[in-house]
């Protein structure tokens, strides 16, 4: 039987970075203590211990959950109106370490500078990460792969791509972006949809112009606990979107956990678990806030490392508390390269002129940069578990043909004239002067 664990959030990469910090719950009309529910209160008692993330790879993981917190506040404005977002800081953060290793001079330095770490740490610690982060379960697993696609007949250092796959855990595909436009794109579609288990089926339509592309994928499943959801409510719950509009359904029961809910500036929060202890916190607005308003970084730190206290030794107290919330999805699909440019100072490789990736590929003559950062999200809560799934793919390009103004003229041949008509290798056919048409 494998041993349960729980990991502590202060240290490790939450499932919070993991699966997405999701913005928009609403406040219920009841606090649901009237549902019927069986609680064995002995087993909610024997909490498992938490495991702290190793001193190996500590620093990358404190980097990787301060860009979590960061990334996902700054989704929230470029993320559809009105609508549920989730996204993947984690993928954003493995393909910038992709991209880390490609580059060189202020361009490697401003990508290190978002990551908050140091080409020193990455380099030590990133293989301990990532292996860390890819588990199997019983009914689920979560599982990252990072991969790096290059046009046909580009020039590649073989260190590059040696460091890539060794040390980020990173193959090499080649396809023929020019000339077969259509099958490289589509084996890049089908490569992310088996990496994702279906979740994401997307074209990504990467242009005759596409140079390289770094990916990286992320699928997670897992069922809940026993002290997740047990089933639905019996009766409705109303929940207030944020137009101001209500509908009301059946929510989710979850189970009771030995905590105390965390009380923040506008916010209240608390968590449900699933089976291999990845945590779904929920952080609900107090009246007079809105989700937006509460969906900060600061607070989505202090969630993640709030100790939930559930134990009052001095007056021999215990607390437990429970979620009930709706089942929903929650997606993103969109160009995350504005946000890391002014959020996170990553300038230069988005730069034509300045993007330095000359350790990884080179176009003798020609300038390589990122012109988009893609990122897919899709997230899903229902009464089995949690399902979710994303991509990050930087897109590398070449130089464009150049602009040119543009003249317009017209040649009207209106006297006398001389001609000669020439074959397809300029030899000379037929020639001579027209003086009269008559």
């Not at 040390?167 to 972006?177: E, G």
């Not at 699928?219 to 944020?242: H, L, M, N, Q």
């Not at 020609?366 to 893609?374: L, M």
Request: proline share 3%; glycine share 8%.
């Amino acid at each position: 039987m494998k041993e349960k664990t729980r990991r502590k959030s202060a240290l490790a990469l939450t499932a919070a970075l993991a699966l997405s910090l999701l913005a928009g719950c609403g406040t219920p009309s009841s606090d649901g203590r009237g549902e019927s529910f069986v609680s064995d209160s002995s087993g909610a008692e024997e909490q498992t211990a938490y495991v702290r993330v190793p001193e190996m790879f500590s620093s990358l993981s404190e980097g990787a959950a301060d860009f979590a917190f960061d990334f996902s506040e700054g989704a929230k404005s470029i993320a559809k109106e009105g609508e549920n977002f989730a996204v993947s800081p984690l993928s954003v953060y493995m393909a910038l370490s992709l991209a880390a290793e490609c580059a060189a001079g202020n361009t490697k330095e401003e990508i290190l500078s978002a990551m908050g770490v140091s080409y020193e740490t990455l380099t030590a610690e990133f293989g301990d990460l990532y292996r860390s982060l890819n588990v199997g379960f019983d009914e689920g697993e979560l599982s990252l792969t990072n991969s790096v696609w290059v046009n046909e007949g580009e020039q590649v250092f073989d260190e590059r791509i040696t460091a890539l796959k060794d040390s980020y855990f990173c193959p090499l595909y080649t396809a023929d972006f020019i000339s077969d436009n259509e099958n490289a794109n589509r084996a890049v579609r089908e490569f992310v949809k088996e990496q994702t288990n279906g979740l994401i089926d997307k074209d990504f339509q990467l242009d005759t112009e596409t140079v390289f592309a770094l990916i990286n994928t992320l699928y997670f499943k897992d069922v809940w606990s026993a002290y997740g959801p047990i089933g639905r409510t019996e009766e409705e719950y109303a929940f207030a979107a944020a137009d101001g509009s209500t509908r009301r359904s059946q929510f989710l029961v979850g189970g009771y956990s030995l905590g105390r809910m965390y009380e923040g500036e506008g916010f209240t929060s608390f968590y449900s678990e699933t089976e291999n202890g990845y945590r779904l916190h929920f952080l609900l607005p107090a009246d007079g806030y809105t989700a937006e308003d509460i969906f900060k970084a600061e607070n989505l730190k202090a969630v993640s490392e709030a100790d939930y206290g559930g134990t009052d030794e001095e007056n021999k107290i215990r607390y437990y508390t429970r979620c009930i919330f709706p089942e929903f999805s929650a997606s993103f699909d969109g160009d995350v390269k504005g946000l890391l440019q002014e959020g996170f100072g990553v300038g230069d490789f988005f730069d034509r002129y300045k993007c330095d990736v000359t350790p990884f590929i080179v176009r003798p003559g020609e300038n390589v940069y990122c012109e988009r950062v893609v990122h897919v999200t899709q997230f899903n809560v229902d009464e089995e578990g949690i399902e979710g799934a994303a991509v990050t793919v930087e897109v590398g390009a070449g130089d464009s043909a150049p602009e040119y103004e543009e003249i317009y003229s017209t040649l009207v041949v209106n006297r006398s004239f001389g001609f000669f008509l020439s074959d397809p290798n300029d030899v000379t056919l037929f020639s001579g002067i027209v003086r009269d048409i008559s």
